[in-house]
């Protein structure tokens, strides 16, 4: 039983080592095979690649021969555009020598016929032509210059003319007298008081005569000072408001009037500013501005004059594109030394323009006021605007007035100051003073002399001759030549 067992564990080992023998046959057959095709694989690719490299190695040879072609067939072509070249050149040496051939005989044969050197002759011509062409660079330049300075003084018109449109303000002359409206006829007999002791002391107070006229429901102040003038004004208002009137309320509605005058002026002063479109301006400044409300120049209020002038100046400045505020600015200010005058020496230009810097204003607004009668240089576009603007609001139709005996005391003098220049025989001042026409001796001035005295005579009325706005100055110099026949 033991040896049975053995032999069946051998005849068992002896299997499974057979069948090991015939699994590891079967792989190594498989092995092989998978070799085998992995060889054909690779002589296949290699025979592939072999045809490959020898296709190309085919169309190597065949770009070789393709280019040493082109290469031989270049150099034939380079040999003949030299040969083409070489003839061209040839040609142009011959060519440019015979022209200059040409030329010289030209020369020649045009130096005998005109006598000239070709130098000479060259230039004559450049000379020629630019002798023609300065002149009509100068024709072209002076139409121009018309052309230019009629657009300019087209286009000044219309801003000056626009500014002007734009202030709608009625004719501000002032006069000597104030007419105050009553309620009732009664009142002039309250005024006038029994015996005439209220109206004698309201005038004794203010220095104000009062005209008491028949059949009209009114009563006049009259009176040169218009500070005096105003002040009565508010005192009657205030009496005949209150209706009790009497020398002792006559002299505390007086009191109330002088005491109020300082809030008057600030008032005017402010409503001014907001009218003009001016702000920051220190109380100082506003103080004396307002006390310009009862200044005139000319019959012309100056505060109203300068808010006139502040829009004409801002107007003007929005046209040609200056500085609107500081144009402005200058203009309100342009006359505020005119509060200064009747108690300072100076001109009222140089009072306003030194009162502003010492009250901090800028420089260009100071240089604006301190220039806009010439007395110093203008420093930028808009002290020119200040300028132009106040000469704008003076000479409006309407603005300013005189009375007759002052007219005709101003025109004498005028016409006797413009007598003293040599050469001068006779003066006509036109145009309310605005214009003057000059006439003068032949003989002694000629035409060239004619504008230098014109310039002479406007610097000697600027210097010594008060004036407001301007004044043309127009010399006329006629030569007549007589003979008698017979």
Known sequence: MGQTLTILVLLGASLVALLLVVFARREARAERDAGRREVELL??????????????????????????????????????????????????????????????????????????????????????LVDSARHDAEV???????????????????????????????????HATTWIELPSDEMKGRIIGREGRNIRAFEALTGVTVLVEEGVNAVQLSSFDPER??????????????????????EAAYARAVAGAFQRHRAAGLDALTEAGVSGVPSEIVDVLGKLRLRTSYGQNVLAHLVETSQMAADIAAAIGADVELARRGALFHDLG????????????????????????????????????????????????????????????????????????????????????????????????????????????????????????????????????EIKVTVIRELRADAVAG
């Not at 280019?67 to 142009?92: C, F, K, T």
């Open 140 to 174: 072209k330049l002076r139409r121009l210059e018309r052309r230019t300075e009629a657009t300019a003084d087209k286009r000044a018109r219309e801003i000056l003319v626009e500014a002007m449109q734009r202030q709608a303000a009625a004719s501000s002359a002032e």
């Open 229 to 250: 003038r105003e002040i009565a004004e508010v005192t009657l208002n205030a009496l005949v408001e209150d209706g009790r009137i009497q020398p002792q309320r006559v």
């Open 43 to 128: 002589r296949e690719d290699a025979q592939a690649r072999l045809a490959d490299a020898k296709r190309r190695e085919d169309l190597a040879h065949e770009r070789e021969k393709e280019v040493a072609s082109d290469h031989r067939h270049a150099q034939q072509y380079a040999r003949l555009l030299e040969e083409r070249a070489a003839v061209v050149v040839r040609d142009e040496k011959r060519l440019a020598a015979e022209r200059a051939r040409i030329s010289q005989d030209r020369a020649k044969a045009l130096a005998e016929v005109a006598q000239t050197t070709p130098e000479e002759a060259r230039a004559e011509l450049i000379a020629e």
């Open 338 to 469: 005119k509060a200064f005058t009747h108690d300072q020496a100076g001109t009222h230009a140089a009072l306003g323009a030194r009162f502003l810097a010492e009250h901090g204003e800028e420089p260009l607004v100071v240089n604006a006021v301190a220039a806009h009668h010439d007395e110093v240089p203008q420093e930028s576009l808009e002290a020119v605007i200040v300028q132009v603007a106040d000469a704008l609001s003076a000479a409006r139709p309407g603005a300013r007035r005189e009375d007759l005996d002052s007219y005709i005391n101003r025109m004498e003098n005028l016409e006797k100051l413009v007598l003293e220049h040599h050469g001068v025989t006779r003066v006509l001042a036109m145009a309310a003073g605005r214009e003057v026409r000059v006439i003068v001796e032949p003989e002694e001035i000629d035409d060239e002399g004619t504008q230098a005295l014109a310039r002479t005579i406007a610097e000697h009325i600027s210097k010594d001759f008060t004036f407001p706005g």
